[in-house]
Each structure stands twice: as C-alpha cells, then as structure tokens.
C-alpha cells in the first residue's frame, strides 16, 4: 500500500464541520416535510429514532478509524473486515450514493434558489452545473482550504439554524403538533426510513482519516460530537417547521401536490415574512452546496482507497505533488456528478441511494464484530465503541427494520448496485488482490491455520 502521501492538515474544528456539513442539507432543508407526510407532527420522533439507528454504526467507524486512520472509511474497514468482494460493493455503493446525495443537495437547492433569485427553472440546472466545478476545484486545489471552507460555511449555517429556532419558539402555534401522530407507530418508523440519510454524512469524515491530525483522539470526537450537535439541531429545527407551517402546505406544497420541497422556506414567512423566506432561501443554498462539498470530498477517497489495494485503476491511487490531493479520484467523482446533474433525474436515484446507505450503516456493525472477534494482532484502536456487541447487534437488526420500509424499488436499487459492484469484483479486482480480511482470520482459525487476514494470504494455502 502507498504510503501517507496525503498531508494531515485537519484539526478537530474542520474535521467536525465536514462531518456536519455533510449532514446539513437535504436532511433540514428538504425531507422534514416528506417526513411530515407521512408521520405528522411525530416526524420529530422520527428524527430521533433514525439517530439511534445511526450511533451504532458512528460508534463502530469511531473505534474502526482510530485503528486505521487512512483514506477510504466505509470501503477499508469492510474491506478488511469481510475480504475484497465486500470491500468492493462497500466502496463503489457508498461512492455511487454519496455522489448521488451530493448531486441531489446541488439540484435540490433549485427549489429555494427560484425563491428569491430571478431564474427560470431551466436555468436552475445551469447554477447546479457551475456550482459543482466549483466544488471540483475547490476540492483538488487542496484538503485544508476545502476544510477552512467548509468551517466557515458550516458555522454561519448553524447559527443561523440556531436563530430561526429560537425566534420559532416566540412565534409557533402549539395547535399544530396535534394530533401528534397522524400514521400511527409505522408511519413514524416509514418517516425514519425516509430521514435516516439526514444522519449518513456523520461517518464520511472517516473516509478522510489519513488528512485528519491526531487521529487517535480527534476522529471519535468528531464522528459523535457532530453526531450529537446535529441530532439536537434536527430536532429542534423540525419542531419549529411543524409548529410554523400550515399543514396542508407541508403535505402538498410540492410539484403536483407532493410534499414541500421548501419547508424550512414555508416556515421563515410564518416567522418573518418575505424577509424571512429570501433570508431562510439563501442559507439553504449556501448549506446544501457545503453538503456538496463534504460529499466530493469524502466519497473521493473510496476511488483513492481502493486503487491503493488494486481494486481499482492504479491512476486513482496517485496524489498530486503540488496540492497533496487526489487529483485523479477527485476528477473521476466530480465527472459524475456533474454528468449527473446533467442527464439523470438525480432526486428519484438520490431514493434508490438511500437505501444502500441503510444497509451500510447496518454491515459497518458486522465489520467491528469481525475485528473483535478475529482477534488480529495489527488491529489496536485507541477508542473502543461501547456495549460491545450488544449495540451492533442492536444497529444491524434495526437497519435491517427501517430497510424494509423504504418500498420496493429502493431495495431493488440497493440490489442492483450490490450486483454490479460484485461483477466489477469479479471482472477486475478477483484477480489482482487475495486478501481474506478478518473473516479469513477466524476461519483459519478455526483450522488452526496462523493467518493475519489483513493480509494477503500464501496463494499455495
């Protein structure tokens, strides 16, 4: 493997506002009212217990990343969990889903930029284009400016999130939360489903270890710290959009009678005026292209990753000599994202990429267990999550629950994706990697065979 050829030039702050601003964005400014729809007033519930689901899988990467502070998160600890086949769909899904949640941040903003900016909706695709080059370059002339970046744009989000909840809490009408909910337990857990990809940016930051200072110590501070600041910031931001918004607007303000895509939007002229919705519109662009940025950044380190242990071309394994960055991989992803926001309906893919996502989130937990288990020697985090393994198994079961109520297409979708990620394995990587991972290790093991499955094993074995 290439050695760290990246430059360790994030600290606490920056690394924690990547991770939030990864979160900040469709997760506020889009889906609260998609939730509302189906939950009522209790998608504020939903919201929580999406974050439950969620802090298995944060605790696990936590403890995963402090091990093996290098680039790739979700595709390198499954890789070495589970060996290269699910190493592979691990990388490719979480890249394809990333860049499809970053796609859909760039054309979701259309909606609020037609609220105060004087464009056609045509015109919207255009925005979303140049915004993306943007957030290309800015990516590959350097991790710490796209860092310093994000943690600008991320801390003027959150205060200004924070001042619209507190003004909310002056102006809401307490009729609205009743009755409280409108689709019983199963439409809160429906609504859960739908908002659990609010929470899939908290991990993405350990997709950028290997740029992180000292790992050891500032990766599980910034993994739950933005965890815990953004499951208190959704909850209370929903709250004041369920108490501000009139109802039916929320349920049918939308294109053709579907749920507001504006509803952070519909509750700012509740609360300002038409002041408050240009104000409310403007953070909303302004977060949903810091999502972007935090998508581009962390899922072009899945390409980089897996280049390094020959699963992918050599030449997305390189790192620019003058920028310290992968140039190649950073290209191959903004190519898709840009060719995206272009040709495909990226908010109906953005649903079949949810899906993927959950089950992830729900395997990262096997991943941990696997490395607790296998007992490999090379394996020594400096944080350990805690309620081994009675909190994984709490992870991958309820993963598995909010899945099943995604529908059927998005699970088609997931599947798809699991196949031709596995025919990708199987036409260009089988031949080139015979890693085992620390499955490999218990099972050898188990034959009494000493085998670090880390490594590549003896191909005589």
Same mark, same amino acid.
């Given at each position: 493997?290439?050695? =760290? ?60 990343? /402090? ?20 190493? /592979? ?40 284009? #140049? ?19 994000? #943690? ?18 002056? /102006? ?95 509750? #700012? ?55 310290? /960055? ?117 099972? =050898? ?17």
């Amino acid at each position: 493997m290439v050695g =760290h050829d990246l430059d360790r030039s994030l600290g606490l702050y920056p690394t924690m506002m990547i991770s939030m601003g990864a979160m900040i964005g469709s997760g506020i400014f889009v889906l609260p009212a998609l939730g509302y729809k189906k939950a009522g007033p209790a998608v504020i519930v939903a919201y929580v217990l999406a974050a439950a689901v969620v802090l298995p899988a944060a605790l696990s990467k936590a403890e995963m990343a /402090t091990a093996m502070p290098e680039s790739g998160g979700t595709y390198l600890y499954i890789d070495r969990a589970l060996g290269p086949l699910f190493g /592979t769909i691990a990388g490719i899904g979480a890249w394809f889903s990333l860049v499809f949640k970053s796609s859909f941040a760039l054309v979701g903003l259309g909606a609020y930029l037609l609220l105060f900016a004087p464009l056609s909706q045509g015109a919207v695709v255009y925005v979303a284009l #140049a915004l993306g080059v943007v957030v290309v370059a800015l990516n590959v002339s350097g991790t710490k400016l796209s860092g310093q970046v994000q #943690a600008v744009i991320v801390s003027l989000v959150v205060v200004s999130l924070a001042a619209y909840t507190l003004n909310a809490g002056f /102006t809401v009408d307490t009729a609205r939360y009743a009755p409280f909910s409108t689709g019983g337990n199963i439409g809160v857990v429906t609504a859960a489903a739908f908002v659990f990809v609010s929470y899939a940016g908290v991990t993405k930051v350990a997709s950028v270890a290997e740029e992180v200072k000292d790992p050891g110590r500032n990766l599980p501070r910034a993994i739950l710290g933005s965890m815990t600041i953004m499951t208190v910031l959704y909850v209370a931001v929903v709250g004041a959009v369920v108490g501000l918004s009139d109802p039916d607007v929320l349920k049918t303000g939308g294109p053709g009678g579907t749920a507001s895509l504006t509803p952070m939007a519909d509750g #700012a002229g509740s609360l300002l005026g038409g002041f408050g919705v240009v104000f409310i519109s403007v953070v909303a662009v302004v977060a949903l292209t810091s999502m972007a940025n935090a998508g581009i950044l962390s899922s072009s380190r899945f390409p980089l990753a897996m280049s390094r242990d020959d699963l992918f071309p050599s030449p997305f394994g390189r790192i620019d000599a003058r920028f310290k /960055t992968p140039r190649n991989a950073v290209l191959l992803t903004g190519a898709l994202l840009v060719l995206l926001i272009a040709f495909v309906p990226v908010i109906e893919l953005a649903k079949l990429a949810s899906a993927f996502q959950i089950l992830v989130f729900s395997v990262i937990n096997v991943a941990l267990v696997a490395f607790r288990e296998a007992d490999v020697p090379s394996y020594q985090p400096e944080f350990e999550a805690p309620g081994y393994p009675y909190v994984q198994a709490f992870g991958f079961f309820a993963g598995l629950g909010l899945l099943t109520q995604m529908g059927t297409l998005p699970i088609l979708g997931a599947a798809g994706i699991i196949g031709g990620s596995g025919l990708i394995y199987l036409l260009y990587g089988r031949s080139r990697t015979d890693r085992t991972g620390a499955v490999g290790t218990i099972l =050898h093991g188990r034959r009494g065979d000493p085998d670090d499955g880390l490594a590549a094993t003896d191909p005589d074995d």
